[in-house]
Nanobody, 120 residues
Framework: QVLLLESGPDLLKPSQTLSLTCTVS??????????WTWIRQPPGKGLEWIAF???????YYTPSLGSRTSISRDTPKNQFTLQLSSVTPEDTAVYYC????????????WGQGTLVTVSS
């Protein structure tokens, strides 16, 4: 069973850049069968799709986060990374990485999530 594990800071100050890495436990990254995805859930709110990247390098960013977001992948290391710049307290959330299966179109594997708090 593949595992996804998020890593990164748990506390940031406003205006800083959040950088989170997801490590994939198997070698399933080298295929366009999966989209490597970041999702977040602010306290008391629903899930919000942030971005995804494919093996071939295609990326998608949710418009509400716009140019503050960047996603990249390091396939040899089985990792993909999210960067979110100019964070504010509204970016406080549990951040999840996930594997989206492109054929049947569902999020089939989730990381455990990591709480990131933005506070001065």
């Amino acid at each position: 069973q593949v595992l996804l594990l998020e890593s990164g800071p748990d506390l940031l100050k406003p205006s800083q850049t959040l950088s989170l890495t997801c490590t994939v436990s198997d070698n399933s990254m080298p295929t366009n069968y999966y989209y490597w995805t970041w999702i977040r859930q602010p306290p008391g709110k629903g899930l919000e799709w942030i971005a995804f990247i494919t093996y071939s390098g295609f990326t998608y960013y949710t418009p509400s986060l716009g140019s503050r977001t960047s996603i990249s992948r390091d396939t040899p290391k089985n990792q993909f990374t999210l960067q979110l710049s100019s964070v504010t307290p509204e970016d406080t959330a549990v951040y999840y990485c996930a594997r989206f299966q492109a054929i049947n179109r569902f999020l089939e594997v989730w990381g455990q999530g990591t709480l990131v708090t933005v506070s001065s």
